[in-house]
């Protein structure tokens, strides 16, 4: 792991903090992977949104 670029990384955003549209965004984003992960996890997919794994196989 690369620790001393993530150093520098929240050393630039301690000295130049995002703008508050950029932390929406930036939360927006995760909470939406968050709602995926869950339901793929507690829910499961649909069978039309799986992939049919026999038509690849030659």
């Known amino acids: 792991m690369d620790y001393l670029g993530w150093l520098i990384r929240a050393k630039r955003w301690a000295q130049n903090p995002p703008s508050g ?6 939360l927006a984003v995760l909470g939406f992977c ?3 992960v869950g339901i793929e996890k507690f829910i499961g997919w649909p069978d039309w949104m799986k992939v049919n794994s026999s038509q690849f196989k030659p």
């Open 21 to 26: 549209r950029q932390v929406l965004a930036i």
């Open 34 to 36: 968050l709602v995926i």
